[in-house]
């Protein structure tokens, strides 16, 4: 099993410019999450999705859309990027939302 | 306010050691859990220990322990027996779930664990 995947790895991106993070996962976990790392800032919640079909804000929504596409996947679309959405993005799942999270490698991206 | 508190950005501790990774937390919600995560220097979230906040024992996973305080609003790690591939980054985290579910990390605290 592959757990949690991510695409891509890096990106860079113009000011403006749009893209899709793209986060699937082979667990049959029912919940799916989307953080963002900055440097001294620990992880923050941009969206999660309970269950296939739901999703809701998290403390750091702005800027962010999301899509469950199925019970595998969730993506992250960043609409006109901005260079404060300059971050490191994971893309985590849980079996349910009390339990713990299994998070995937990261997508380092650089918006200038 | 932070709702969650690592006030200790960095520690060091002797190979063979036991050390204390300190987190407090901040919630009205009767209901909620609290999390610690390891980040290696190569950048994955690894899971390390769960604590309900109505479990009444201290959680424990192997050389991991969960030093919970309920009144003091403070879920302390433990790691007993220190190994050289404990040196990473520490995050604590908490799920509320009376009031919608959020999941809050804390700023972290480096871990160096020395031959």
């Known amino acids: 099993n592959a757990g949690v995947t991510q695409t891509p790895k890096f990106q860079v991106l113009k000011t403006g410019q749009s893209m899709t993070l793209q986060c699937a996962q082979d667990?049959?976990?029912?919940?799916m999450y989307w953080y963002r790392q900055d440097p001294g800032m620990g992880l923050r919640l941009i969206y999660y999705s309970a269950s296939e079909g739901t999703t809701d804000k998290g403390e750091v929504p702005n800027g962010y859309n999301v899509s469950r596409l199925n019970k595998r996947e969730f993506s992250l679309r960043l609409e006109s990027a901005a260079p404060s959405q300059t971050s490191v993005y994971f893309c985590a799942s849980s079996e349910v939302l009390a339990d713990e999270q299994y998070f995937g490698p990261g997508t380092r991206l650089t918006v200038t | 306010a932070q709702k969650i508190t690592q006030t200790q950005p960095g520690m060091f501790v002797q190979e063979k050691e036991a050390v204390t990774l300190d987190c407090t937390y901040d919630t009205s919600d009767q209901s909620y859990g609290l999390f610690w995560y390891k980040q290696p220097s190569s950048g994955e979230m690894i899971f390390l220990i769960y604590?309900?906040?109505?479990?009444?024992q201290n959680a424990t996973e192997g050389r991991y322990s969960l030093n919970f305080q309920k009144a003091r609003k403070s879920a302390n790690l433990v790691i007993s027996a220190s190994q050289l591939g404990d040196s990473a980054m520490y995050f604590c985290a908490m799920r509320e779930r009376d009031t919608g579910n959020q999941f809050y990390f804390g700023t972290g605290t480096s871990l160096t664990v020395i031959p």
């Open positions: 604590q309900g906040s109505y479990d009444e």
């Open positions: 667990m049959n976990h029912n919940s």
